[in-house]
């Protein structure tokens, strides 16, 4: 069984003979062939692509955020991780779809609200200073409070704050 394992996977033709073994076996439903060659395009495209295919085919409705999705919002799982997914149950999918799409609107909100508790960022409110733009994802960034920031320079302060908008936003 074991010398029949590396023939298999020598080249790439031999799947491609075995089509028609497997075609016949599977005379009962023949729209699948349509199904595995959507799946096959899908995987080629990236999970968000495969994953979106999924839920149309499931009839289920697909997060806007689910098409640009970082890699980080699907642990970086490979298009094939899809075909595991389609074993999930309609209600299940439907959560991780919305946990996936919702990802980056999360981040965001987190970034919003470290921010805004920030003692940085409310020194230079309470100095009045242009604040940069906040960042788009949360970011372990730290400063020295060796010197309190009330003895902190405004350049200090913006350059501190500048950075840590430049960190979230990369």
Do not use: N
Request: proline share 9%.
């Amino acid at each position: 069984m074991l010398s029949l394992m590396p023939a298999a996977d020598k080249t790439p033709r031999k799947p491609a003979k075995r089509k028609p073994a497997g075609k016949a076996s599977s005379k009962g439903s023949p729209g699948r062939s349509s199904a595995v060659s959507s799946k096959r395009g899908a995987e080629e495209a990236g999970f968000p692509e495969a994953f979106a295919a999924l839920l149309r085919e499931r009839k289920l409705a697909v997060p806007s955020g689910l098409a640009d999705a970082p890699p980080e919002a699907y642990a970086s799982q490979p298009a094939s991780f899809v075909e595991q997914l389609g074993r999930l149950p309609d209600q299940e999918l439907r959560r991780y779809a919305e946990q996936v799409g919702g990802y980056a609107e999360r981040q965001a909100a987190r970034a919003a609200a470290e921010w805004d508790r920030s003692p940085l960022i409310a020194e230079l409110r309470r100095r009045k200073l242009k604040e940069p733009p906040r960042p788009l994802r949360a970011a372990g960034v730290s400063a020295s409070l060796a010197k309190p920031l009330a003895e902190w320079s405004d350049k200090e302060l913006l350059d501190a704050a500048t950075r840590w908008s430049r960190i979230g936003r990369s």
